[in-house]
């Protein structure tokens, strides 16, 4: 019993030392590389069936989350648009919500905040959700998927 109480004192003095790392496992991933957009899904009647609705514009979009809390897309407009630029940066910023169950990104002023929830991550594959308010003209439920 002697040894367990010396053991505590110490045991308490080596946790205080102990850094926890305050990135979650959701952020290091995310944060890890750009994400390409693969495909733009709709759920247009609420019934739980997806169909793809990409537009060759949207497919090949890079999604660049920064660790330090900044958000950059390179649209890649030349497939909707020959005549514009090739490319256009959107940047804004982002943040994990609930848990790290909701990715908030804020874009350029001129775009509307999204407030996705995170369906699936791992090291290759992202797929966001976004519920979308019915008033809207909007389908009931979008799903963007990525890879790396």
Known sequence: ????????????????????DST?????VLVNGAWTQTAY????????????ASLPCQLGDAWDFMSNGNFEMRDEIEYCDPDAMSVSIIAGTWELRNG????????????????????????????????NDPT?????????????
């Open 100 to 131: 790290d169950s909701e990715l908030f990104v804020t874009m350029d002023p001129s775009f509307q905040d999204f407030n996705f929830v995170v369906h699936s991550i791992n090291d290759t594959l992202l797929e966001l959700r976004l519920y």
């Open 41 to 52: 899904l709709t759920d247009d009647d609420g019934d739980g069936v997806f169909t793809d």
């Open 1 to 20: 019993m002697k040894n367990v109480r010396s053991f505590f004192p110490l045991f308490f003095i080596f946790c205080t030392f102990c850094k926890k």
């Open 136 to 148: 809207l003209q909007a389908p009931p439920e979008e799903r963007l998927v990525f890879t790396r």
């Open 24 to 28: 979650s496992n959701v952020e290091q």
